[in-house]
């Protein structure tokens, strides 16, 4: 009788450390695992402290972004979409030149986040800066 009961304890820990599984009961695979922090430059306040995030191949900036779960605004769609906050924090709310920017691999973003495509070697710092402009400078 003893051991039948650690058996049923046992089956749901085993089953539970087989992996994540999404609403269709399938395991979640990540195609693509870059690494990614959110920062407060204005306040000095790390907002999401350096992780992987589990992403599907073809996904960008944005959709890593995303995947923090932070709240986002955003304007725009496809390509063109823009982050106008992260977390609450608007931009403009520190100054008229402030807002959200994104370094990747230690190098301001030089197209759109949701156009630019990640790797599992990536790491993506999303900024709010004071003067967001002097960032790509």
Known sequence: MKKLLIMGMMIPLL??????????????????EPTISVYDASTEETLYHEKSVCLEDGATVLDALKATELPIDSVGSGEMT?????????EKSAGQSSGWVYAFNGSP???GAAAKEVEST???Q???EEDAI????
């Open 15 to 32: 089953a539970a450390c087989a992996g994540e599984e999404t609403s269709n009961g399938q395991s979640e695979s990540c195609d693509v």
């Open 109 to 111: 973003g030089d197209e």
């Open 82 to 90: 823009y982050v106008t906050a992260i977390d609450g924090i608007q």
């Open 122 to 124: 990536d790491i993506i």
């Open 134 to 137: 002097s960032f790509f400078e």
């Open 126 to 128: 999303w900024r709010f």
